[in-house]
């Protein structure tokens, strides 16, 4: 399925300085923030809690949510080969198990999940597959668990607008544009999930970030 998802830099010659270019550029402590802090409200009740992240990318944030929840399972899935090695050899790795899988295929364990994360993933996914990532992970979660999904909206001011276009071409102009043209909210209605809640929006250089909570019914 290689040609069906952009690699976390736009290219795979690229992954391997994708971290920087994160942290230098993405306002990623927004990003990781928001999300440890919303998982860690929606599991405070929960024993042993058990955490996805769908496309996980390099790692860093199921490692930071495996850090911060010390009895929670958290397993990351990852289709690029390249981007779950590297995750695999950062510190703290050892906390999480890594899964190399597609995010529009069946979930590992299906329907046992507290939480499920999919974070800037649906803009590197072609624009038909995007809602079906997302009803993936309504097949992962229990009834009441709880959606955890960042990704791309209209940029929200002049840096953001300045930026976009430069996103766009990094990732590709097809898979973007509808979420910088403002279609994840319905696509979360759409897929199943109840409840939706904007938790966050932040912009960065190269657009703006919004990050939502939905519940599975």
Same mark, same amino acid.
Not at 153 to 156: D, L, Q, R, V, Y
Not at 199 to 212: K, S
């Given at each position: 399925m290689a040609a069906d998802f952009v690699p976390a830099a736009g290219r795979a010659s690229l992954t391997r300085f994708y971290d920087t270019a994160i942290a230098m550029l993405a306002r990623e402590h927004l990003l990781r923030g928001g999300v440890v802090r919303e998982i860690r409200s929606a599991t405070d009740r929960i024993h042993a809690p058990r955490v996805l992240e769908l496309g996980c990318g390099t790692g860093s944030l199921s490692i930071a949510l495996a850090e911060d929840l010390n009895d929670a399972t958290v397993t990351g899935v990852e289709l690029d080969p390249l981007a779950l090695s590297i995750a695999q050899r950062k510190p703290g790795a050892g906390q999480v198990e890594w899964l190399e899988g597609n995010v529009l295929h069946d979930p590992p364990s299906p329907g046992t999940w507290d939480c499920v994360v999919i974070s800037l993933v649906l803009h590197h996914l072609k624009p038909a597959d995007q809602p079906t990532a997302l009803s993936q992970a309504l097949v992962a979660l229990r009834p009441g668990g709880t959606l955890h999904v960042v990704d791309f909206?209209?940029?929200?001011n002049r840096v953001a607008r300045i930026g976009w276009p430069i996103l766009q071409r990094i990732d590709g102009v097809e898979n973007t544009t509808p979420?910088? +043209?403002?279609?994840?909210?319905?696509?979360?209605?759409?897929?199943?999930?109840?409840?939706r809640t904007l938790?966050?929006?932040?912009?960065?250089?190269?657009?703006?970030? +919004?990050?939502?909570?939905?519940t599975a019914g």
């Open positions: 909206a209209p940029p929200a979420l910088g +043209e403002g279609a994840l909210p319905s696509m979360i209605d759409r897929s199943g999930f109840v409840n938790v966050q929006r932040y912009n960065t250089i190269f657009g703006t970030n +919004e990050q939502y909570r939905a």
